[in-house]
């Protein structure tokens, strides 16, 4: 009964720490914003430069396009363009970022960005 006992607690444990962490993560977006906040490139040439303020701002051959970028409650990257375009949809993505590249899936506006250094 002691080793059960043990075994239920130390669950009990890992499974309020995880509960926590998500929580944790979940109520400050900031936290998923500052991860992401940065200059990157694509292979095609156009930049991208996520600010602070949930700005994402699209740059190819002179041009740009500003967008918004924001976090769900499940920590889902959601893309919408700042200003409404007919036909063009807020896409819910994934999103993993590594310390030399941004990759967003999932969704219609699947890209991967290296990081600028």
Known sequence: ??????????SVVVVGALAAFFVY??????????ELVGNYTHKDGSTVEFLSDGTAIFRKDGSQRMWKYSFTDNGSLKLETAAP????????????????????FGCQYAMTLNVVQ
């Open 85 to 104: 375009v007919v036909g063009v949809e807020p896409a819910m993505c994934n999103y993993r970022r590594t310390p030399k590249v941004f990759e967003v």
């Open 1 to 10: 009964m002691q080793i059960k006992s043990k075994i239920a607690i130390g």
């Open 25 to 34: 993560k979940s109520v400050s977006g900031q936290d998923y914003k500052s």
